[in-house]
Structures are given as C-alpha cells and as structure tokens.
C-alpha cells in the first residue's frame, strides 16, 4: 500500500518510480495536491507485476488505473543522466 497526503503528482511518480525500478515521468499536466492511496499486489521476483495476489489486491499498474485514475504508458525517450566521476578527484 502507498498513501500520501498533500502530494503531488510528481511526488506519487517517483514513488512509483522506485517501486518498480524504472523512470516515471510525469505526463499528466495536473497541479496541485493530492491525497492519495493506492493498494496493490507485490511484485514477482523478476520485477514483472503479478496479475493478482492472494487476497485480490491488483497489480501496481492496474491498481493506479482503477484507484487513482492514472495510467502508466511504456515508453523510450530521453532523459537526463547526472553522472559524478570521482576518477577525475584522483588525477
């Protein structure tokens, strides 16, 4: 379960983000503050959600469509990489 008060949405996709180990990034144009909670089924030991679990809870991408309304879109694009090189310290 993830439950957040006065969050954006920004806030809830990189929460997400680091839930399922991949970048979100937030399309939906919405401003503001949210309350928010969203319950879901673990994940599967190879990162892939799980249809359901036991006690019915939906996987993560569905249960944000159901719940909350979002949705969540696979796609590449570009994004910015900060990469700090301590080699450059030692020269």
Same mark, same amino acid.
């Given at each position: 379960m993830l439950r957040g008060e006065?969050?954006?949405?920004r806030e809830i996709a990189a929460t997400l983000a680091l839930r399922v180990g991949r970048p979100i990034i937030d399309r939906t144009g919405l401003e503001g503050?949210?309350?928010? &909670?969203l319950n879901f089924a673990e994940e599967s030991k190879a990162g892939l959600p799980v249809d359901a679990a036991p006690d019915g809870a939906a996987a993560i991408v569905t249960a944000l469509q159901e719940q909350l309304g979002l949705k969540l879109e696979a796609?590449? &694009?570009?994004? &910015?990489?900060?990469?700090?090189?301590?080699?450059?310290?030692?020269?």
């Amino acid at each position: 379960m993830l439950r957040g008060e006065a969050v954006t949405i920004r806030e809830i996709a990189a929460t997400l983000a680091l839930r399922v180990g991949r970048p979100i990034i937030d399309r939906t144009g919405l401003e503001g503050f949210y309350d928010a &909670e969203l319950n879901f089924a673990e994940e599967s030991k190879a990162g892939l959600p799980v249809d359901a679990a036991p006690d019915g809870a939906a996987a993560i991408v569905t249960a944000l469509q159901e719940q909350l309304g979002l949705k969540l879109e696979a796609r590449r &694009e570009p994004i &910015e990489v900060l990469v700090i090189d301590g080699r450059a310290a030692h020269a």
